[in-house]
C-alpha cells in the first residue's frame, strides 16, 4: 500500500511569490492535515481536513490556505511568501479525523523563502 | 490549550543500553497519544499509538505506556542500537506535538 505523497520534495521561492504544496494521502483515508516545522519552533499544526472540509485550524496568518479535492488528495497555499515561511512542511493522513486514529507522515515539503 | 513537553531533549547513550524517553501533557481528555521517530530533514515515522483505553503497547524493541490521571507516557527503547539516533516525538489527542527529544547512540 503506497504511502502519504507529497510533492514538490524541494522548492524555492522568492518573498512576495506564492507557492502550493500537495499532499496525496494513503487510499481510503478522508483525513489529511498540514504542519510546519521550523528549527524555532517545532512542528506547528496548520489546519486539518476531512471529507472536503476543514475542521480544524492553526494559529496561522490568512496567508496560509488549503482545500481537498474528493478524492481526499489535498492542496497547500501560502500567498505572499515571507522569508519565516522556509521551513519543511509535513502532511499526514488518516483514515478517521485527528486525534481518533493513527496518522501516517509524507516526507514533506522543504520550502525555501530567498 | 493542550500542552506537551518531552524531557529530556537531548540524550546520548553507548550502544546496548536500555533508555526511557518521557512525555507529559496537561489536558488528560485524549483519545490517543501516539510516538513517532523523525530522521534529519525527513518525514516522521509512526512506532507506537496508545488507544485512550489502553495503557501501553509494545513493537519490538519499543515499548509506549500511558498514565492518563497523570498525564504522563513513557517510550522504552531495550538494548539501544546506533540506528535508533533520531529524535522522537510525542503527539497527543489531536495532534499536538512535544519538542521532540533527540537521542544519539553511540557504537
Keep these: 500500500k503506497a504511502g502519504v505523497t507529497q510533492t514538490p520534495r524541494y522548492l524555492i521561492k522568492t518573498r512576495g511569490q506564492q507557492v502550493t504544496l500537495s499532499c496525496s494521502p494513503i487510499s481510503g483515508h478522508r483525513s489529511v492535515s498540514w504542519y510546519q516545522q521550523t528549527p524555532g519552533q517545532g512542528l506547528q499544526f496548520l489546519f486539518e481536513y476531512f471529507s472536503e472540509t476543514q475542521r480544524n485550524k492553526g494559529n496561522f496568518p490568512g496567508r496560509f490556505s488549503g482545500r481537498q479535492f474528493s478524492n481526499s488528495r489535498s492542496e497547500m497555499n501560502v500567498s505572499t511568501l515571507e522569508l519565516g515561511d522556509s521551513a519543511l512542511y509535513l502532511c499526514a493522513s488518516g483514515m478517521q479525523g485527528l486525534g481518533n486514529t493513527e496518522a501516517f507522515f509524507g516526507q514533506g515539503t522543504r520550502l525555501t523563502v530567498v | ?107
Design chain 2, 1 to 107: 490549550k493542550q500542552e506537551v513537553t518531552q524531557i529530556p531533549a537531548a540524550l546520548s547513550v553507548p550502544e546496548g543500553e536500555n533508555l526511557v524517553l518521557n512525555c507529559s501533557f496537561t489536558d488528560s481528555a485524549i483519545y490517543n497519544l501516539q510516538w513517532f521517530r523523525q530522521d534529519p530533514g525527513k518525514g516522521l515515522t509512526s512506532l507506537l499509538l496508545i488507544q485512550s483505553s489502553q495503557r501501553e503497547q509494545t513493537s519490538g524493541r519499543l515499548n509506549a505506556s500511558l498514565d492518563k490521571s497523570s498525564g504522563r507516557s513513557t517510550l522504552y527503547i531495550a538494548a539501544s542500537q546506533p540506528g535508533d539516533s533520531a529524535t522522537y516525538l510525542c503527539a497527543v489527542g489531536d495532534m499536538r506535538f512535544g519538542a521532540g527529544t533527540r537521542l544519539t547512540v553511540k557504537p
